[in-house]
């Protein structure tokens, strides 16, 4: 762990566009941002080229070796190395000609959707990266869903041009279609795999090429009149260069135009072709970032929406990582600020218990170490070391007491019964389900009738990591087995009616509760699900719940 006491950051320490923006409204150079992708799209590697491009690492290779050196710290991180997986979400912060970036990292994997869905709640934009050979695949569009749901605003980066890839209109269609979201091509690409030449920049008319010949990293920018300036024909062969043409003016026919309202809206997404690996577009991807994706915006509560301009300090704690450092029991709760300037030191109100909260040891983020965070505003990401206090959910709040909501959890797919492996242990396996449902790895279900824990998960990979952390955690080793239950809702009926005593009187050995003693119905099958509802139609079956 980085030596905290030695390091002496400030989000004052800014560079100088931002030494002339009023105090109050340092907010709106804040771009927080996260990346959604399916496995292999390229999400790393595009990472590690903006966080190169912001000059947050010095070198490529440095997020894997990060990613190395973070691994060999406990145990359950083995998992991740043997799958190749990233299991853990964080927050990399960088500056670049006066704004700040936050970007906050998910894991890929699908197994592993939940912590990344809670993810996107602490952001104001996303980049969808897309395989250009594959288009869009499963997981791309589950995350999709979840930013529409939120009107997050996305940029396609379109990914990989430099191998052989499906047509851009094939790729611009089946954005449209598949997900009903306007496309405008903002950089579009002048030939493609062998034949590539460069990519040409719809908003500035640039040409970007490399000078060092193709499959070499974008390092020349030519401004043009427009694509068909005659000193284009000059640096690209002839068939390519009227192809493109052909091509961008059908894009400009056939698809929007770029409209940041629209964009900002989540109806449109501008669409960038590139590669990260060859370092394609990765500027003007963080340039489109920077000039056109939303500051903080406004948050919901359960009271009046909370603006990035309240001067009251509030946050909401979005991801909760526990044991960062297996020698000490320390907890992380990542805290999204939505409103006022955070000042270390202070004192927030723990909405949930009602209790004070000193801030003392506030932690910023960067891509390879942390730092003391002495003030912080709308849209940054703080860590908060505590002892088990903070939860997912949980907001934090200086003055007014209001609760932020749409953090959901999500009915888990997957039910097991967990069993302590050696009888003596029980003590310590309760206390590691406890901590791990706190960090929203799993769901503990308590059974109305019986002493033993349901654990529920949304991907089956979840269990391995359970299992590999209360042993390397908690010195306890756990069997999982099957039960008779595949899927959870959270049940409530409204006032006056009898449903959920019926529904005990009838099936109590399908209740459960969940750790907040919200009432759970364990479904064996979707059959059962849907008898349950048409013989208790006054019961309201929720598949997600919010964690407030
Ligand atoms: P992920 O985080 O979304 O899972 O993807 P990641 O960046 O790890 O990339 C997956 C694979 O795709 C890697 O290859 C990576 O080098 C490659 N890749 C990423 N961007 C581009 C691109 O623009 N063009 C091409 N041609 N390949 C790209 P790998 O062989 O699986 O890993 P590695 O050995 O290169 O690390």
């Not at 009107?151 to 279609?177: G, M, Q, V, Y």
């Not at 091509?247 to 629209?262: C, I, N, T």
């Not at 209790?355 to 910023?364: G, N």
């Not at 959920?500 to 064996?524: C, N, Q, Y």
Request: overall charge negative; proline content about 5%.
């Amino acid at each position: 762990m980085t030596d905290l006491s030695s390091a002496a950051g400030s989000t004052a320490a800014l560079s100088g566009a931002q030494a002339d923006v009023a105090p109050e409204d340092e907010f709106r150079l804040r771009r927080s941002f996260a990346i959604i992708s399916h496995p292999d799209a390229g999400k790393t590697t595009l990472t590690e080229k903006l966080l190169l491009a912001g000059g947050a690492i010095r070198m490529a290779g440095a997020v894997r070796a990060r990613g190395e050196r973070r691994r060999t710290r406990s145990d359950w991180m083995a998992i991740e190395r043997e799958r190749g997986i990233s299991v853990s979400s964080t927050v990399m912060r960088f500056e670049r000609n006066g704004l700040v970036f936050n970007l906050l990292d998910t894991p890929g994997h699908e197994d592993f959707s939940e912590d990344t869905y809670r993810t996107l709640t602490a952001v104001d934009s996303a980049v969808m990266v897309i395989d250009a050979a594959k288009g869009i695949e499963a997981q791309t569009r589950k995350l999709f869903e979840v930013c529409r749901l939120r009107d997050i605003p996305i940029i396609t980066f379109i990914n990989k041009i430099d191998r052989e890839a499906r047509h851009p209109f094939e790729l611009l269609d089946e954005i449209e279609s598949t997900l009903a979201l306007d496309a405008a091509p903002v950089v579009w690409p002048v030939g493609m795999g062998t034949d590539f030449y460069g990519c040409f920049d719809v908003l500035t008319n640039n040409f970007l090429t490399s000078s060092q010949g193709r499959s070499h990293a974008f390092d020349t920018v030519r401004p043009m009149d427009g694509p068909d300036d005659p000193r284009l024909d000059e640096a690209v062969h002839g068939d390519i260069i009227s192809e493109f043409r052909d091509s961008l003016s059908l894009a400009r026919e056939g698809y929007s135009e770029f409209d940041a309202e629209a964009f900002r809206e989540g109806h449109l997404t501008p669409v960038i072709f590139g590669s990260a690996l060859r370092d394609y577009s990765v500027d003007q991807l963080l340039d489109l970032i920077a000039g056109f994706a939303p500051p903080p915006r406004t948050q919901p509560t359960d009271g009046d929406p909370v603006e990035p301009t309240d001067e009251n300090v509030t946050g909401f704690v979005f991801k909760v990582q526990a044991n960062m450092d297996p020698n000490h029991r320390d907890r992380i709760a990542f805290l999204r600020l939505c409103s006022g300037r955070f000042r270390r030191g202070m004192k927030l109100n723990h909405v949930r218990t009602g209790k004070a909260l000193t801030v003392h040891s506030p932690v910023l983020f960067f891509a390879q170490e942390r730092q003391i965070a002495d003030d912080a505003v709308a849209g940054d990401v703080i860590g908060i070391p505590n002892h088990g206090t903070l939860r997912v959910g949980d907001t934090l709040s200086e003055q007014k007491v209001l609760n932020f909501t749409g953090l959901p959890s999500f009915a888990p797919e997957v039910l097991r019964r967990v069993m302590p492996g050696d009888s003596g242990r029980v003590k310590q396996v309760r206390t590691a389900l406890q901590d791990l449902a706190e960090e929203g790895l799993v769901q503990v279900f308590k059974p109305l009738i019986g002493s033993q824990w349901i654990v529920g998960v949304v991907g089956i990979l979840q269990l391995d990591v359970l299992s590999s952390r209360v042993a390397g955690e908690y010195g306890a080793e756990i069997t999982v087995e099957p039960v008779q239950f595949q899927t959870a809702r959270w049940i409530t009926a409204p006032a006056g009616s009898d449903a959920i005593e019926k529904l005990k009187a009838e099936a109590l050995t399908s209740l459960a509760e969940d750790r907040d003693g919200r009432m759970v119905f364990l479904a064996r099958n979707s059959w059962e699900l849907d008898n349950i509802k048409q013989r208790f139609p006054d019961l309201v079956l929720r598949d997600t719940c919010e964690l407030t």
